[in-house]
């Protein structure tokens, strides 16, 4: 079956491409069927466009809501929770809901309004300035509201946890980076993965620092890669963009991008960037990136500066309440490391 972003994977996998308003344009969304009804991993955002993809799918398989006996996330980004709420409330009682343990922890902080001075504070220590944190700001409100609702019932998943998903036994295996908490679901019995964000074709997955991450992400993302290779997957089914056919051979490809991704911030640094947002512009055409984008630039660059100083081959100052935070290369004069 392949109609209108609808596609059998499997005789019980249909991957379903739900719209997304940015140039990431979609998110891979799948069913999987069991005895008993229907597991769905991850549901995309809650836009007209995305309700209206799940509509045009439900017909499609002649399904519904009732039907769904369970959804899975692989992490909380709004691109895969946006729209849990809204299957929930298309079900009495509502559909039983699992995200991992410290995906929920985060949640918190990373929906509530509340939080918007931390948020702006780390912005002006990127280096923005007051009118571009505020443009920021509200790009990121806009992306939180099309979460809403929010679901009403939550069930917590830990790593090593062995989880059905439709008439599939998976073991959930904690892979962070992307997400400090995510999961991805490895079926060994099929050699075949559900991978979420952590690994994907042409596109990196954006590793980042934010205000609510846990330390070195990018440094947990690289030794969670090079575990993963070990493992046998002849499939493996992303959150975006194509399906993977050689699981080690992408691996390879993205610690090599990484990796030269490490050596062009060095010589940033090298050559005078001081600032987040000065190191990121060297890395990518800022000038072509949307607010949306923006955010998601600096936390990477933020994510391999970080990583530099985790190995000793970087430094930092903090220079008070908004000011942007300074960067240098080792040994540099003035570069008084900051706890």
Known sequence: MTDAGITQIANDIIQVQVPLPYALNIVNCYLLRGATGWTLVDTGLNT?????????????????????????????????????????????PPIPLIIPEREQRQM??????????????????????????????????????????????????????????????????????HSDGQMIFYDES????ICGDH??????????????????????????????MALDVRLALPGHKWLITDWRGRIEELLAHHHARLALTQTALETGARTVLAVAAQLFDMDRLTPHEW????????????????????????????????????????AAIAP
């Open 108 to 177: 918190r902080p990373f929906y509530e309004r509340r939080n918007t001075p931390l948020y702006h504070q780390w912005l002006l220590e990127c280096g923005m300035d007051e009118a571009a944190a505020e443009t920021l700001e509200s790009a990121l409100h806009n992306t939180r509201d099309l979460t809403q609702p929010h679901p009403r019932q939550q069930e917590t998943l830990e790593a090593g946890a062995v989880i059905r998903l439709g008439a599939r036994q998976f073991r959930a295996i904690h892979a962070p980076g």
């Open 295 to 334: 955010r998601f630039a600096l936390a990477e660059t933020l994510a391999h500066l970080e990583y530099l100083r985790e190995t000793g081959l970087a430094s930092r100052r903090t220079n008070g309440q908004k000011a942007p935070v300074e960067w240098r290369p080792p040994g540099s004069r003035d």
């Open 199 to 228: 690994v994907l074709m042409r596109i990196t997955p954006n590793i980042g620092v934010w205000p609510h991450s846990e330390p070195d992400p990018l440094g947990r993302f690289l030794h969670s890669l090079q575990a993963l």
């Open 190 to 193: 099929d050699r075949l993965m």
């Open 48 to 92: 007209e466009a995305g309700r209206a993809r799940w509509k045009s799918a439900m017909s499609a398989l002649e399904i519904t809501p009732g039907d769904i006996e369970m959804i899975v996330l692989t992490h909380m980004h709004p691109d895969h929770f946006g729209l849990a709420g809204w299957w929930q409330r298309h079900s009495e």
